[in-house]
């Protein structure tokens, strides 16, 4: 029995350019990784890189334009995703529009066992939503709120406790922490670990702060202008990158201590990401890489494993990293 929970092969989703039947914006361009069951997936990269497309498109939100999607060993590239719903979930990136503000708590968390198992009692109900509210950090006496009184943080859990109540063995955090205070955004990473570890769910868990995703994940994938950069574990990303991308984005992070950030080389790239509707040759971050060459202008890098699960794509990293 495989322990992959969800597999994604060459994927690609464009949207086609409103008033143009040739041109697509190349959102996800061939991108394929694996999230083992019980374990949590990062995908990291800049604004508009595609981390978000992918989140939405292996939910099928978004229809993928090739290559494959892979849920527990079923190709659900094309099925009907109703039988796999219950079996995978996404929070949003935005507690305040995510929630619909005419509904109370209960039936906001309810909604999914009404859609998914409309015959479970009226008290077999009420305990699953309440079982999920305790999961959460939320009580019984707000059942009965609405949306509006609650706080950023309170509605993040809200929206947790909704994709959970079903049970799903797989879940797609879109920037889950991003809009809240960074206070909150601890107690938020730290209960989806503790439900981790409860319940064995696995998460891709998609987000910008490298800190945050060094902290909950296992493995991190790091994207740009829809093309996957490199791919490790955690520990050894982090201390070990080999893609001048990931270089220059973990230079970034900020170091609490002065005389070590002051000591640190920051990387900072130069220009703007280019559009994804005419993205360049060869390699996507040629335009921005301080390494490039005319043979990464005019080469497409392969996805490289070099070793131990430690992907690349770059045509120059045993130069660079020498």
């Given at each position: ?119 479970m009692n009226r008290k077999e109900r009420y305990d699953r939503i309440l079982e999920q509210m305790k999961l959460v950090g939320l009580n019984s006496e707000q059942l009965s709120r609405f949306p509006h ?24 955090l879109d920037e889950p922490v991003s809009a809240l205070d960074v206070s909150i955004q601890a107690q938020i990473i730290n209960m989806l670990m503790d439900l981790q570890d409860q319940i064995g769910m696995a998460y891709l868990f998609i987000a910008h702060d490298l800190a945050v995703v060094r902290h909950i994940s296992k493995t991190v994938v790091v994207m740009y202008l ?97």
């Amino acid at each position: 029995m495989s322990d992959i929970i969800l597999e994604l092969q060459d994927l690609k989703t464009y949207f086609p350019v409103k008033g143009s039947r040739t041109q697509f914006v190349k959102a996800v361009d061939g991108v394929s990784f694996q999230v083992k069951k019980g374990e949590t997936v990062g995908l990291v990269g800049e604004s508009g890189c595609g981390k978000s497309t992918i989140g939405r498109t292996i939910m099928r939100f978004n229809q993928p334009t090739g290559g494959k999607i892979i849920f527990d060993g079923n190709d659900i590239t094309a099925a009907d995703m109703k039988p796999f719903r219950q079996r995978m979930q996404m929070v949003f990136q935005d507690p305040y529009s995510s929630l619909d503000p005419r509904m109370s708590v209960g039936d906001i968390v309810g909604e999914p066992l009404d859609i998914h198992n409309p015959k479970m009692n009226r008290k077999e109900r009420y305990d699953r939503i309440l079982e999920q509210m305790k999961l959460v950090g939320l009580n019984s006496e707000q059942l009965s709120r609405f949306p509006h009184e609650f706080s950023g943080g309170q509605r993040q859990r809200i929206s947790i406790a909704r994709a959970m109540v079903i049970k799903p063995e797989f879940l797609v955090l879109d920037e889950p922490v991003s809009a809240l205070d960074v206070s909150i955004q601890a107690q938020i990473i730290n209960m989806l670990m503790d439900l981790q570890d409860q319940i064995g769910m696995a998460y891709l868990f998609i987000a910008h702060d490298l800190a945050v995703v060094r902290h909950i994940s296992k493995t991190v994938v790091v994207m740009y202008l829809g093309h996957i950069m490199e791919i490790n574990t955690a520990k050894d990303l982090y201390r070990n990158p080999l893609h001048p991308y990931t270089q220059a984005l973990l230079s970034a992070i900020p170091i609490p201590d002065p005389k070590t950030s002051r000591a640190r080389r920051r990387q900072v790239l130069q220009g703007d990401v280019p559009s994804p509707i005419n993205p360049p040759s060869g390699c996507v971050f040629s335009t921005r890489c301080p390494y490039a060459t005319e043979a990464c202008r005019s080469q497409i890098p392969k996805v490289e494993d070099v070793g131990g699960g430690h992907v690349v794509s770059c045509l120059r990293y045993k130069e660079i990293n020498n």
